[in-house]
């Protein structure tokens, strides 16, 4: 027969035991939450960075077509001083004039074309980069909390081992 401290003793091994376990899972739960938290705050980086680059296309379109318009400004003002001064439109120095421009507007166009696609480079590298920091953070929650409901449930099992060895102590069991 076991005296009422040894119940007492045993009753806060196994009481015990199951609060660390229910400790341990609280912490698990909570660094899963963690991990999911911080993925959310990465993931919205990449939002921000598709705002971005939609804003440098739209800066680049508004370039291209700026650049357009002061090309046809120039192309005319050639032609009209040109003809303003007597000399056909067709002779080898307004050829050349034109051409010129027409080539370094190419040369503008193709550069600024390089540099858009380098910028939608980067941006698209960044956004796979916090996606992928994401997922991490994501996995490293999920890892952390296995590891800490393992560490619960190995309190749990101590705790009901000693407790099984407390009552066999005891005489509980014969």
Known sequence: MITFFQAL???????????????YDSAANAAQEVGEFNAQLIERDIGLLAKQQDIVNRNHSIFKTRRKIDLDRVQGSV?????YAGIDIASTTTAENLERN???????????????????????????????????????GG??????????????????????RQADEYGLFG
């Not at 003793?9 to 400790?23: C, D, H, I, M, V």
């Not at 032609?79 to 003809?83: E, L, N």
């Open 9 to 23: 003793s045993l009753g806060a091994t196994l009481l015990g035991s199951l609060q660390q376990k229910k400790r």
């Open 79 to 83: 032609k009209a001083s040109t003809a």
């Open 102 to 140: 027409a080539r370094e507007f190419d040369y503008e166009m193709a550069t600024a074309d390089f540099n858009n696609a380098v910028a939608n480079m980067q941006i698209e590298d960044a956004k796979e980069d916090k996606r992928l920091s994401a997922e991490l953070s994501r996995m490293e």
């Open 143 to 164: 890892q952390q909390a296995a590891s800490l409901r393992s560490q619960g449930t190995t309190a749990l099992v101590r705790g009901l081992s000693t407790g099984v």
